[in-house]
T-cell receptor
Framework: GAGVSQTPSNKVTEKGKYVELRCDPISGHTALYWYRQSLGQGPEFLIYFQGTGAADDSGLPNDRFFAVRPEGSVSTLKIQRTERGDSAVYLC??????????????FGPGTRLTVL | DAKTTQPPSMDCAEGRAANLPCNHSTISGNEYVYWYRQIHSQGPQYIIHGLKNNETNEMASLIITEDRKSSTLILPHATLRDTAVYYCIVRVAGGSQGNLIFGKGTKLSVKP
């Protein structure tokens, strides 16, 4: 079946601009995660949704970052007033998130954001 | 901070077994060991996970020591396409904390 998809695959923007990054999770997966990966580093957690609500947003670096998942499926990561330090690959993952048991996360290909 | 320790890099000859070690000496009884890999310019790919028993699937085998303080991921016949960064992660499955905590992983280079 289809995996996690992310659009766009690449985004170039100018400092100060607003950007939106989209994630389509695997059908039926109730949990959705956003991570950010800088060059040479492992992915770092940003925010986790269970259904429509953000269950954990402790990884968001500041209030310029915001994410929504209004219908419990597609999610959008929004970055206001972008800075050059926001340049990174933004990864999305989803899981079935069953209670008890394991809930393996499956990742999308990522969106490479470049802020000039 | 990541709760695992891995060597930064390893080499393996094509066709040979690749054995990737991971130390997780502070692992709790309800934490699983997960392995992901990331091929250049792609998202992380799930490989395998386990709690205390050894596990095997079509991609790899996971050997967990009896005290659960370390584990080894085994790729039985490495190919050039297995060149990637391999991440060992411990986490409570299904708990309130959803995120994976990635360290720097092991960069595996499979050579012809």
């Amino acid at each position: 079946g289809a995996g996690v998809s992310q659009t766009p695959s690449n985004k170039v923007t100018e400092k100060g601009k607003y950007v939106e990054l989209r994630c389509d999770p695997i059908s039926g997966h109730t949990a959705l995660y956003w991570y950010r990966q800088s060059l040479g580093q492992g992915p770092e957690f940003l925010i986790y949704f269970q259904g429509t609500g953000a269950a954990d947003d402790s990884g968001l670096p500041n209030d310029r970052f915001f994410a929504v998942r209004p219908e419990g499926s597609v999610s959008t990561l929004k970055i206001q007033r972008t800075e050059r330090g926001d340049s990174a690959v933004y990864l999305c993952a989803s899981s079935k998130r069953t209670s008890g048991g394991t809930d393996t996360q499956y990742f999308g290909p990522g969106t490479r954001l470049t802020v000039l | 901070d990541a709760k695992t320790t891995q060597p930064p890099s390893m080499d393996c000859a094509e066709g040979r077994a690749a054995n990737l070690p991971c130390n997780h000496s502070t692992i709790s009884g309800n934490e699983y060991v997960y392995w992901y890999r990331q091929i250049h310019s792609q998202g992380p790919q799930y490989i395998i996970h386990g709690l205390k028993n050894n596990e095997t699937n079509e991609m790899a085998s996971l050997i967990i020591t009896e005290d659960r303080k370390s584990s080894t991921l085994i790729l039985p016949h490495a190919t050039l396409r297995d060149t990637a960064v391999y991440y060992c992660i411990v986490r409570v499955a299904g708990g309130s904390q959803g995120n994976l905590i990635f360290g720097k992983g092991t960069k595996l280079s499979v050579k012809p």
